[in-house]
């Protein structure tokens, strides 16, 4: 689920009151993706703007400008050849958090397809993502290696790094047990 709007978070109070009546354990995990604005594969940016009906000269026009993009590096005040750029779309961009939210689009369609997290109405909610930031939750502890797996799937065929040292899984225990919630880095 992504949220585009900021009254789009209004669902969080329905999927809050979801997982307070699941069963008493809850995992969540908090996956981080390490510089993944600047690891988006532009070949795959551009295919999935045409797959999503992308009008062919806003394509052409966005192909135009990340082809002919350079960079250089700098060390003190001695400066590379310029060099061109074959991924990545720039966080200051003003198109950039649209175009990440294209590239990783797929992801939530695979996530959704698994039909395992929180039950909302008729709708099943098993993670929200902002940005490089993906959430991913399930009441029971069964079934979220399976959403685990499909974002690794995906990470590994689109070029995206989850950073181990910024994912947080955490346990929610039931407090009649007087365990506190557990954090368990991976």
Known sequence: MFFRYPGDFSALSSI????????PNKSIYLLDA???FDRTNHN??????????????IVRL??????????????GTNYSSPFTVTNGVSQEGALSPYLFAVYLDE????????????????????HLKFADDICVFRPVLVGL?????????YAAEH?????????????FCPKS???????MFF
């Open 177 to 183: 047990t007087n365990n506190l919630a557990h954090q």
């Open 159 to 171: 070029e995206i790094i989850f950073n181990c040292n910024k994912t947080i899984g955490v346990l």
């Open 34 to 36: 390490s510089k993944a």
């Open 62 to 75: 966005l192909l135009s400008w990340y082809r002919q993009q350079t960079m250089h590096l700098n060390w």
């Open 107 to 126: 992801l939530s369609i695979k996530l959704d397809s698994a039909r395992v997290g929180c039950t909302v109405g008729n709708m099943v909610v098993n």
């Open 145 to 153: 290696q399976c959403l685990l797996n499909i974002c690794g799937d």
């Open 44 to 57: 795959r940016l551009f295919a999935k703007l045409i797959k999503r009906n992308v009008p062919m000269c």
């Open 16 to 23: 809050s009151s979801t997982l307070n009546s699941a069963p």
